[in-house]
């Protein structure tokens, strides 16, 4: 199979790049739309933000279409314009965690964390599969330092990928059909799937509900994202926001004399 399931594709030049409009931005995408538009054989043809700007893509007709950080579902009219197809660079892993913020939820819920190159359908971070890359986690993590590793991870993947999917050399693998809302198993995959509405809900801890400690130190640490304040409690008619600091015993600031429990 090359591209997004079309035929054999000419293999861009300098002389006769591949043409792109780049969807959204964030951390990742600013570096991914500077490394395409440092690129001969690539002419980046537009950026866009907004859902109001999107009958550009029709207008300028580009080979294809990246996304990265756009937060807003292509109408299939849209989808349709590129004839090598519309690809999204994902935060997450896919099928396991897809939606809004899936560092958070890769903590919370114990599942793995990554990045994916994807071809994007009408679903959700639901279209086929071009490549993943698997980041490792620590219990220490927050969710500010699975982000920056997913990060890190996405942008590598994406040069990395980036030859063959401008060649068409790549091989995809389809994802399994589940549910856009809550947790499924397709294909023997648990999978999720969270809005933003999930994600605020999160932040809002109640004070009179119930834990066991992994499960709460779990929910503070991946809610932690300094300089952002996520997780809040109300007590007493009061807002206190929560963050949380886990370090390993390698890592504690004291020697065997001061501070720790055997000096008491």
């Known amino acids: ?23 959204g931005i964030n951390n990742i995408g600013q570096r991914v739309y500077d490394w395409l538009c440092d690129r001969k054989d690539v002419r980046v043809l537009a950026m866009l933000t907004e859902r109001d700007q999107l009958p550009l893509v029709e207008r300028l007709a580009p080979d294809m279409v990246v996304a990265v950080g756009f937060r807003h579902i292509l109408p299939p009219e849209i989808l349709s ?22 560092n958070v939820w890769s903590i919370v819920e114990d599942r793995p964390a990554g990045a994916t190159l994807h071809f994007m359908d009408e679903g ?12 490792p986690t620590r219990f220490d993590d927050t969710g500010k330092d699975v982000y920056e590793r997913i990060e890190a991870a996405a942008i590598d ?14 091989d995809t693998v389809p994802q399994p059909d589940f549910p856009d809302d809550g947790e499924a198993e397709a294909g023997g995959t648990e999978v ?22 992994k ?4 929910l503070l640490r991946a809610l932690t994202f300094p300089p952002f304040d996520n997780a809040s409690v109300t007590v007493d008619g009061e807002r206190y926001y929560v963050e949380v ?3 390993h015993e390698d890592e504690a600031n004291h020697d065997a004399a001061v501070g720790a429990l055997e000096s008491y």
Request: with cysteine.
């Open 1 to 23: 199979m090359t591209g997004a399931d079309t035929d054999p594709v000419r293999s861009p030049t300098s002389e006769n790049p591949l043409t792109v409009v780049f969807l």
């Open 81 to 102: 314009v590129p004839e090598r197809g519309c690809l999204n660079l994902h935060p997450g892993l896919l099928p396991e965690t897809r939606g809004f913020n899936p």
């Open 124 to 135: 959700v971070d639901a279209g086929p599969i071009v490549a993943r890359r698997e980041v």
């Open 157 to 170: 993947l994406f040069e990395d990928t980036w030859p063959a999917i401008a060649t068409g050399e790549i």
């Open 192 to 213: 999720s799937y969270h809005v933003k509405e999930d994600f605020v809900d999160l932040c809002e801890l109640d004070p009179d509900a119930s834990y066991n400690v």
């Open 215 to 218: 499960e709460l130190l779990d």
């Open 245 to 247: 600091d886990i370090h």
